[in-house]
């Protein structure tokens, strides 16, 4: 599976009708509504869209008629192994009609050219761990999850006695963190799977 690095267009004309098709990185549902809010164009025909999250995924046809264009960007991002992608295809009509098969084509193949052009990366695999400990093995255990590469501290919070570390951690890596986390603190410090 991969994700893009950075958003991407890609604008074709087809009998007459403009088409442009946005796509970017998404993280979560929230992100892709404003990614889609964001590169709408009110004053276009029809803002197609379809997004894929993991195991979600939602699409719009905006008034096409059903399943001819939200279903074929969705493909399209399934179709290149993307995940947290949104795609948004804006089209203005040219006055000829181009049937079902004809936007089934034209929304599909604009979003899959505009991904095809697109940087993409590999995506990683992440599992979220909490782990608490006290004040006394708080510093050092922030600095050396900070230096481990596929780790990344999402939040903290601090209680009486010490403080609840929230990390990201590369699922290939988790058990190499588990050992880190109790090796620095001789195992004063509890690291918990989420579920």
């Not at 979560?28 to 999250?53: G, Q, V």
């Amino acid at each position: 599976m991969f994700t893009l690095l950075k958003s991407e267009t890609f604008r074709q004309e087809i009998k007459k009708s403009r088409f442009l098709a946005v796509a970017g990185p998404v993280s979560d549902e929230a992100d892709a509504k404003a990614f889609i809010a964001a590169n709408s164009d009110p004053a276009a025909n029809h803002n197609c869209w379809a997004w894929k999250i993991g195991q979600q995924y939602r699409f719009s046809d905006d008034g096409e008629p059903s399943s001819t264009a939200g279903k074929p960007i969705l493909q399209a991002i399934e179709g290149q192994s993307l995940d947290g992608v949104a795609v948004v295809v804006t089209r203005w009509f040219g006055g000829i009609l181009l049937g079902g098969g004809g936007l089934i084509r034209a929304y599909g193949g604009t979003a899959a050219a505009c991904l095809r052009a697109a940087e993409k990366q590999p995506l990683v695999v992440t599992q979220e761990a909490t782990i608490l400990c006290g004040f006394g093995d708080l510093a050092l255990l922030q600095a050396r999850l900070a230096a481990w590469p596929t780790t990344r501290v999402t939040s903290q919070t601090f209680t009486e006695t010490g403080g609840e570390l929230v990390v990201a951690i590369q699922q290939d890596d988790v058990e190499a963190v588990r050992q880190l986390v109790a090796d620095l603190t001789s195992g004063r410090a509890a690291m918990r799977l989420a579920d």
